[in-house]
């Protein structure tokens, strides 16, 4: 069945409600180079992606989006200069500070993915509990943020917290180690979308897309919105997924 659905109201946006996929992950690549091409400091950029990223929310809500993950601050990003390092942190609390009351009453549960006890600092980690407290009886949408996260380093410490736990070396296996991610309750990415043209998975969620379908688009971060979700969506709702079996087995 396709039917029109979802808030851009466009006949050539037609999607099958009854394909939504239920988790969608977001990286939120080109901010910088957005602002650059406006002769704005790439900080203007991130904040031009908070509007980008509450449109895709909203548009998550209205089509019944169950799970949305996005790549907030990356294991690797400490590494760009101080300023800017600095920047993202206190943009991270600002925007949990401002949209955590309204992402509540709209029924989103806030839950963050990444390493919590490795250089971020304490002040975020408190907003972070904060709002996944406020947040935690909500069903709606699951919001997960990646903040501080690398997915080899996710990996690492699934291994360790196994190896704590005193699991035998014949007992690991895939099971058990899923349930000892960061969140063993997030279901693997049906789709994962990636802006700006850059074609690369850049250590977002290694284990969890092992069968995600991948979207990648020239459209920078900042460009990107409801049509553009949308957009993405009916092309995921054009692929055929056999997660590695053949047609009809
Ligand atoms: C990548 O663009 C984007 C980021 C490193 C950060 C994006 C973060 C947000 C939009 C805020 C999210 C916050 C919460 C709390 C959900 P880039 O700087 O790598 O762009 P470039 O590739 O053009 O340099």
Known sequence: MAARFGAVADASDALDPTRIPRHIACVMDGNGRWAQARGLPRTEGHRAGEHALF????EALELGVEWLTVYAFSTENWRRPR??????????EDILLRRRDELNERGVRIRFVG????????RLIRRMDE????TRRNRRLTFTIA????GRAEIVDAVRSLIAAGTPADKVDERRIARHLYDPEMPDPDLVIRTSGEYRISNFL?????YSELYFTEVL???F????LVAAIRDYQQRERRFGAVDGG
């Open 55 to 58: 449109e895709v929310v909203d």
């Open 83 to 92: 300023d800017e390092v600095r920047f993202l942190i206190d943009f991270n």
């Open 115 to 122: 390493r919590r006890n490795w250089r971020v600092p304490r």
């Open 131 to 134: 709002a996944t407290e406020l």
């Open 147 to 150: 903040f501080n996260y690398g």
């Open 206 to 210: 290694l284990w969890q897309l092992a």
């Open 221 to 223: 971060w900042p460009d």
């Open 225 to 228: 919105g409801r049509r553009e």
